[in-house]
């Protein structure tokens, strides 16, 4: 069982370029999440996803676009990248069941925009 | 929205002390207090949690406590080991999937020997 997987690992990219990260979880959770994570401002929420077909805006969704075509994925895509989106990105999934609240976290992607 | 503070930035304490991180909250709706520990370049990891039906609880050498009229909780780690040296979060939210945790900005716990 891989749990969450994100991809690619890092990745450096020129401004004004589009760009997808993946992830993908095998635990049939119904909840998605995409976090941001930048030095001294902890983690913070961007999109999420409660069910295959919904999304919802977190606290920092500009220049960021999210879909869930499915349960198991969740890609994250920056249309047109700036210096600013250079961080490091980790998704999350929760159950519905009992401890619904508690998320799980992938691996992460490091971005970094030129 | 919730706002979600943590105390202190950084902590430097010796083996086999003990060192507490507090956090504090500001929505009272509020009903779910994880904690997690991320080390150099990992993924943030659960290391316990609380709800708000609950005023302390323990696992081995951790332990989180809350009081939810004063809408603040903390993390306290005994008989500290240079393994416990990482990066904790404190996150709040109000317990339902699909639910965003909202985040303390982290603590960075050094523990010499």
């Known amino acids: 069982i891989a749990g969450i997987t994100q991809a690619p690992t890092s990745q450096i990219l020129a401004a004004g370029r589009r760009m997808t990260l993946r992830c993908t979880q095998d635990?049939?959770?119904?909840?998605m999440y995409w976090y941001r994570q930048d030095l001294g401002l902890g983690l913070r929420l961007i999109h999420y996803?409660?069910?295959?077909?919904?999304?919802g805006k977190g606290e920092v969704p500009d220049g960021y676009s999210v879909s869930r075509a499915n349960t198991d994925d969740f890609p994250l895509t920056l249309a047109s990248a700036v210096p600013s989106q250079t961080s490091v990105y980790f998704c999350a999934s929760s159950d519905q069941g009992a401890h619904r609240e508690t998320q799980y976290f992938g691996p992460g992607t490091r971005l970094l925009v030129l | 929205g919730e706002n979600v503070e943590q105390h202190p930035s950084t902590l430097s304490v010796q083996e086999g002390d003990s060192a507490v991180i507090k956090c504090t909250y500001s929505d009272s709706a509020s009903n779910y207090f994880p904690w997690y520990k991320q080390e150099l370049g990992k993924r943030p990891q659960l290391i316990i949690d609380?709800?708000?039906?609950?005023g302390e609880k323990k696992d081995q050498r951790i332990a989180v406590t809350l009081n939810k009229t004063a809408k603040h909780f903390s993390l306290h780690i005994t008989e500290t080991q240079p393994e416990d040296s990482a990066v904790y979060f404190c996150a709040a939210s109000k317990g339902q999937a699909g639910t965003a945790l909202i985040f303390g900005k982290g603590t960075t716990l050094s523990v010499s020997s």
């Open positions: 609380i709800r708000s039906n609950v």
């Open positions: 996803s409660n069910t295959a077909g919904t999304t």
């Open positions: 635990m049939r959770h119904n909840a």
